[in-house]
């Protein structure tokens, strides 16, 4: 069974670059199926999709977080990562990572989700 | 992008339906039947509940249905339960630059 792991609540001063890493296990990364995203929820809040990226490296962002984020894969560990730099208290959320379904577009798979917070 | 449109609560009694509407634009949920749905308990990480509009995965009870009608996508809860009381999201592909969208999100309240 597929199971996305996530790492545990992150502290981060504002200014600075969050890194966030999704382990996945139960099934390979190196898929054609499939991409593998990010979505976050600020407190109290809605789900924001962050980006998504396939095994071969290709990336897609929202376009209002672009200038700040970069996704990445490393299909010989079977993980994916993101990097969050410039961070404002805005960025205080809960991060998920997520399988996408790349034809169809739908999340079908989600990590249990990192807490992070921005403040000094 | 702005987000999806959704009621903020819906609230009905056991066994009752309840509908959930989730307002977009023609450039994603009127564009694409690419809807998809998540039922979020607090404190836990969303799960799919329909997937391209309509689909129910396995396991999803068919208490569940998904529909769209031009850039409005609805969900249909039959035979309200209990443990149905929770967030819903919608979320619409969008295209190319855009790529998605989710909804505000709906909490659900069993009466």
């Known amino acids: 069974q597929l199971q996305l792991q996530q790492s545990g609540p992150v502290l981060v001063k504002p200014s600075e670059t969050v890194s966030l890493t999704c382990t996945v296990s139960?099934?390979?990364?190196?898929?054609?199926?499939?991409?593998w995203g990010w979505i976050r929820q600020p407190p109290g809040k809605g789900l924001e999709w962050i980006a998504n990226?396939?095994?071969?490296?290709?990336?897609s962002y929202n376009p209002s977080l672009r200038s700040r984020v970069t996704i990445s894969v490393d299909t010989v560990n079977n993980q994916f990562s993101l990097k969050l730099n410039s961070v404002t208290a805005a960025d205080t959320a809960v991060y998920f990572c997520?399988?996408?379904?790349?034809?169809?577009?739908?999340?079908?798979?989600w990590g249990q989700g990192t807490q992070v917070t921005i403040s000094s | 992008q702005s987000a999806l449109t959704q009621p903020a609560s819906v609230s009905g009694s056991p066994g009752q339906s309840i509908t959930i509407s989730c307002t977009g634009t023609?450039?994603?949920?009127?564009?694409?039947?690419?809807v998809s749905w998540y039922q979020q308990y607090p404190g836990k990480a969303p799960n799919l509940l329909i997937s391209?509009?309509?689909k129910r995965p396995s396991g999803v009870s068919d208490r569940f249905s998904g529909s769209k009608s031009g850039n409005t996508a609805s969900l249909t809860i039959s035979g309200l339960q209990a443990e149905d009381e929770a967030d819903y999201y919608c979320?619409?592909?969008?295209?190319?630059?855009?790529?998605?969208?989710f909804g505000t999100g709906t909490k659900v309240i069993v009466l």
């Open positions: 997520a399988r996408l379904k790349s034809r169809d577009h739908y999340f079908d798979s």
């Open positions: 139960g099934g390979p990364i190196f898929t054609y199926d499939y991409d």
């Open positions: 391209e509009v309509t």
């Open positions: 990226i396939y095994f071969n490296g290709r990336p």
């Open positions: 979320c619409s592909y969008a295209g190319g630059s855009i790529f998605y969208v």
């Open positions: 023609s450039s994603d949920v009127g564009n694409y039947n690419l």
